[in-house]
């Protein structure tokens, strides 16, 4: 880790806001650790060094002058390429926006918004300073970083494996030290998954919790921003920055962002939602098939723990969670069929046209070299769950099947106040090991779908390590907490209570 980013986002920020550091010194540390360490990880897509440093200078002149500072106030921040930035190119990890057909392609060449994103404005409000656009699996389709059109981003822990996506690079910029905190997107499973590969805290919040404006659309009833973070305090203080409703977007809950830092006393963040002792869920479905041994011993470990600290561990069912992942690769298919059809060549992005062809013509040789081919299976995918004869067959009931997944939940709310989960089924696998089988790398996502389709708020932070059934190096697990809708709050405050038990357990291994 970057030796001036010790600690947590909010006391970083004190320490720009009374002097003690310059936003111009973390800014210079940020880029530094980025320019010596990511081009063997492939995490960030373009870095915007003179910009981040002009608003570096800018923090400090303010500080000189005694103004108040945003509550992220000189803060590094990394930012998925899938959010509109008016000063950077914004590509979405596809060739569909960049200007030009090019081998290979070049993200510095991507399309340049006219605006901000309601997140990126936000926290440019807050003083944190953008250092850089984040690598992604294209349009934000896959698991891996491997569908992205440029390079795939590389696990920090073990570079020849995935760091997970689609938000690989916001993960891999907060693993390695580049940036204390990270900004990422979650259709379904998009940060948490990462952030389990790679060893960092990543937080889905519930859906209408962030803006969508400005955050190009992979499936709109799903795609939620959240951040990553090397701990839970950071990863609370700079979702409550971005948090809060949008008169932009109709789908954000006019809900204010308070009270998402969490106490610091370990009994009141075991305190359970009604008084009382803090009573924790263990579904039974996210044990077993498909969940190796070694992961499930630690997310166990991880229950023991928060036992020992108080809580009541309570086992329970989620019946139809199982057939989450079928659910969502129809629903969120066919709204990529639907959100995708703006990528025409005609109003942004590339466009491809050989003399005077008529306009399916262009369409038809746009999409065909902007869409890489898991796109293009996605759209093929939605379209046709949508077309005549098939949507009650296939994409009425996969509605119906995420009604009774939010029942489930609600039913298991009844009994914790909180879950407990595998993030990922396995540990970080090979870059190329499921490229060439979709099914395999679809089933990637089998413990971060049902909370997706439920809408509700979920955060993984590292479990521990284990080693690949195959055999290799330790590598990150992640634990996955989820809480009722609009209980962030009590997410992260368990969070940093199991944060804590844990630190304390690797601390009397060594």
């Given amino acids: 880790m970057t030796p001036l980013f010790d600690g947590s986002v909010p006391e970083l920020a004190a320490r720009v806001a009374r002097g003690d550091v310059s936003a111009v010194e973390l800014a210079t540390a940020s880029l530094d650790a980025i320019a010596a360490k990511d081009p063997g990880l492939g995490a960030f897509l373009t870095v915007g060094r003179d910009a981040a440093l002009e608003a570096a200078r800018a923090i400090d002149a303010r500080r000189a002058r005694g103004e108040r500072l945003g509550p992220l106030a000189g803060v590094p921040i990394a930012v998925k390429d899938a959010l509109a930035t008016h000063d950077a190119p914004t590509t979405a990890g596809s060739r569909i926006l960049l200007r030009r057909v090019a081998d290979p392609p070049d993200p510095r060449d991507g399309y340049v918004p006219p605006y901000d994103a309601t997140v990126v ?35 920090p822990h073990d570079p020849s494996r995935t760091a ?16 204390p905190v990270a900004i990422g997107s979650d259709t379904g499973g998009s940060i948490r998954q990462p952030a389990a590969l790679t060893g960092v805290v990543g937080v889905k919040p519930t859906y209408g ?8 659309a992979f499936a709109s009833s799903l795609d939620q921003v959240g951040t990553f973070a090397r701990d839970v305090r950071s990863a609370a203080a700079a979702l409550q920055v971005i948090a809060g ?152 009931r996969a509605q119906q099947v995420r009604a009774l997944i939010r029942d489930d939940f609600e039913r298991a709310f009844g009994r914790a106040d909180v879950l407990l989960s595998p993030t990922s089924p396995t540990v970080a696998f090979k870059l190329g090991e499921k490229i060439e089988d979709p099914l395999s790398m679809y089933l990637s996502d089998v413990c971060t779908l049902p909370a ?59």
Avoid: C
């Avoid at 934000?140 to 590389?154: C, I, K, L, T, V």
């Avoid at 996506?165 to 940036?179: D, F, I, L, N, R």
């Avoid at 919790?209 to 190009?216: N, P």
């Avoid at 080693?467 to 809708?485: D, F, I, K, S, W």
């Fill in 121 to 155: 404005a936000r926290l440019r409000a807050a003083d944190a300073v953008i250092v850089g656009k984040t690598n992604m699996d294209e349009l934000a389709m896959g698991s891996s970083n491997e569908n992205s059109a440029f390079f795939p981003a590389r696990n």
């Fill in 245 to 396: 409703p949008d008169e932009r977007d109709g789908t954000t809950e006019d809900r204010p962002a308070t009270g998402f830092d969490p106490g610091a006393r370990e009994g009141d963040l075991l305190e359970g939602a009604r008084g009382g002792r803090l009573r924790v869920g263990l579904p039974r479905e996210t044990f077993e098939e498909g969940v190796a041994p070694a992961v499930r011993a630690r997310v166990l470990a991880a229950a023991d723990e928060l036992a020992r600290a108080g809580a009541e561990i309570v086992e329970l069912e989620l019946p139809t969670s199982r057939f989450a992942v079928a659910a969502y690769y129809v629903l969120a298919t066919a709204e990529a069929s639907s959100n995708l059809a703006r990528y025409d060549g005609v109003r942004f992005g590339l466009r491809v046209h050989d003399g005077r062809a008529p306009l399916g013509t262009l369409y038809r040789q746009t999409r065909g070299a902007g869409f890489g081919p898991e796109v293009k299976r996605r759209i093929i995918l939605g379209t046709f769950v949508l077309s005549a004869g098939y949507y009650d067959a296939y994409y009425r």
């Fill in 209 to 216: 919790r962030v803006s969508r404006y400005g955050l190009f």
């Fill in 452 to 510: 997706s389709l439920a809408g509700l708020p979920a955060m993984s932070l590292p479990g521990g390590v284990a080693r690949p059934e195959e055999g290799g190096p330790e590598l990150p697990v992640g634990v996955q907490l989820t809480a009722p809708a609009f209980e962030e709050a009590r997410l992260f405050r368990v969070g940093l209570a199991l944060e804590r038990r844990l630190a304390a357990q690797r601390a009397e291994g060594t």
């Fill in 164 to 179: 997970g996506g689609s938000s690989g690079g916001s993960a891999v910029a907060v693993a390695a030290g580049m940036t």
